[in-house]
């Protein structure tokens, strides 16, 4: 009787942390993406302002260049600050892939400002993507901290999970942005982003 009483125990608890595993996969893309700064080295202000829990609501488009034959990161803030860093030795040897094509955005929501959210995005509209395919509909963000295509011209709250607020339907098959998963360790610390 004991043992039936613990057998119905663990599968309770097996199929409860089955079900939350699963709608946390649902919240992340399983789309590659792999980056790793070390902000505590470059000391980047225009990152810096978006991996700040104290400014909620300031986002971060990051992509990668080359600059005189040099891996080069650039990064555009929605508050109009922008800037460069070369990559050094340690950035050089890191494996990195910045969402489906060359671009990311991070920063904190202002949805819950006593307990905001770091989100890290791909800089790809994913309707567009899910039906064309292609990757060059790039994100331009502004400073509400909202997300626009160009191309399909939705817009997305980059503040509450990346959902669509015009232009589509909360039913569409990619209602909201690819979202990847995200840690930092404060504004002048490490930034992961890492599927």
Not at 66 to 86: C, D, I
Not at 141 to 149: E, K, L, M, Q, Y
Request: hydrophobic content about 35%.
């Amino acid at each position: 009787m004991l043992k039936t009483v613990f057998a119905a125990i663990v599968a309770a608890v097996a199929a409860a942390s089955l079900v939350s595993c699963s709608k946390a996969e649902d919240e992340f893309s399983d789309e590659p993406c792999y980056f790793i700064f070390d902000n505590s080295v470059h000391q980047d202000a225009t990152l810096a302002s978006a991996m700040s829990a104290m400014t909620p609501g300031v986002f971060c488009h990051i992509s990668e260049t080359k600059r005189s034959g040099a891996a080069t990161f650039v990064f555009r803030n929605n508050q109009g600050l922008s800037s460069e860093k070369r990559a050094n030795a340690v950035d050089q040897q890191r494996s990195r892939r910045l969402g489906r094509r060359n671009g990311i955005i991070v920063g904190y929501g202002n949805a819950d400002i006593t307990n905001p959210v770091f989100y890290a995005y791909d800089a790809q509209c994913p309707v567009c993507y899910s039906g064309t395919g292609l990757v060059d509909r790039s994100l331009t963000i502004d400073s509400r901290g909202v997300a626009t295509c160009d191309n399909c011209h939705r817009t997305y709250d980059l503040n509450n999970q990346g959902f669509i607020m015009s232009g589509g339907q909360s039913g569409d098959d990619a209602s909201k942005l690819t979202r990847y998963h995200a840690t930092t360790s404060g504004e002048f610390g490490v930034l992961a982003v890492t599927n």
